[in-house]
């Protein structure tokens, strides 16, 4: 499915899902990604199943993971819609 026929509810979840994993491949429990963000482990559950979370909440996880270069990208004011880039990049 493309993502911009998503609802935003199933981005959230798929976001989730993606940081679960990226969570998994590094071996750590929810608690130890929570010390690392400092938040609780009950939060993390909740992000990792699609309940949401703050965007300061959001950038520190992807600190802890080193993937805020995309972030970067994403804001970095191309003149190339998100949308046409998706469908460049997927071609």
Do not use: C, Y
């Not at 959230?12 to 963000?37: N, P």
């Not at 482990?41 to 300061?56: A, D, M, V």
């Amino acid at each position: 499915m493309e993502v911009f026929a998503k609802l935003d509810g199933e981005i959230v979840e798929e976001i989730g899902v993606k940081l679960k994993a990226l969570r998994k491949i590094r071996k750590w429990s929810q608690s130890d990604l929570a010390g690392k963000v400092g938040v609780s482990r009950k939060h993390i559950s909740e992000i990792e199943t699609g309940k949401g979370t703050s965007l300061l909440t959001f950038v520190k996880i992807l600190k802890v993971f080193n993937k805020t270069e995309k972030l970067m990208e994403v804001l970095s004011g191309s003149s190339v819609s998100p949308k046409e880039r998706f469908m460049k990049e997927n071609k």
